[in-house]
């Protein structure tokens, strides 16, 4: 299987900045699409950020301009900087990841716990 941890969460004040990372480990032939998720407390997941493996990238209209998501395929991870940070970016943030684990299987999803970002006004 596939483990995702994410790291670099945390408190900041309005306008801000973070950089959230996730790496990906265990049986992985290849990588495909990777992501992060945002849920907010009472609020659905929504998609904040993807990129693909030839680093084609996707944003949501509420952050772009502020957030950049990347990736390193040789070390298996993705990041997300976060800057211009306002209250309702508070979230836990969730890094996706979209898994080849053999040559000879198909994709299979996978998630991380998540990483706590909180933003004070």
């Known amino acids: 299987q596939v483990q995702l941890v994410e790291s670099g969460g945390g408190s900041v004040q309005l306008g801000g900045s973070l950089r959230l990372s996730c790496a990906a480990s265990g049986s992985i032939f290849r990588i495909n699409d990777m992501a992060w998720y945002r849920q907010a407390p009472g609020k659905s997941r929504e998609l904040v950020a993807d990129?693909?493996?030839?680093?084609?990238?996707n944003y949501a209209d509420s952050v772009k301009g502020r957030f950049t998501i990347s990736r390193d395929n040789a070390k298996n991870t993705v990041h997300l900087q976060m800057n211009s940070l306002k209250p309702e970016d508070t979230a836990l943030y969730l890094c996706?990841?979209?898994?080849?684990?053999?040559?000879?299987?198909?994709?299979?999803?996978?998630w991380g716990k998540g990483t706590l970002v909180t933003v004070s006004s």
């Open positions: 990129i693909t493996n030839d680093y084609s990238t």
């Open positions: 996706y990841a979209d898994v080849t684990i053999a040559w000879y299987s198909g994709k299979m999803d996978f």
